[in-house]
């Protein structure tokens, strides 16, 4: 599992997909969001708006993702 740190209180996770170069663009991220290939906290996520706060997780392809907070 590789952990995605931001600083923000939360990350779209349309952007989360982005930022983590599991996706080229924001339309590749929109497709797999749309079409069900994306979970969230372990529950297929077809909203691409959705915020992630720290704690959250992430899974597409053979790829999981944990958001936490950056705290620099």
Do not use: H, Q, W
């Amino acid at each position: 599992m590789e952990t995605i740190y931001i600083e923000t209180e939360y990350i779209k996770l349309d952007a989360l997909l982005k930022f983590a170069s599991l996706v080229g663009t924001g339309g590749e991220a929109k497709y797999v969001i749309a079409e069900g290939m994306v979970k969230v906290n372990g529950e297929v996520c077809t909203a691409r708006g959705k915020k992630l706060r720290p704690g959250d997780t992430v899974e597409f392809d053979r790829f999981r993702l944990k958001v936490d907070r950056n705290e620099a």
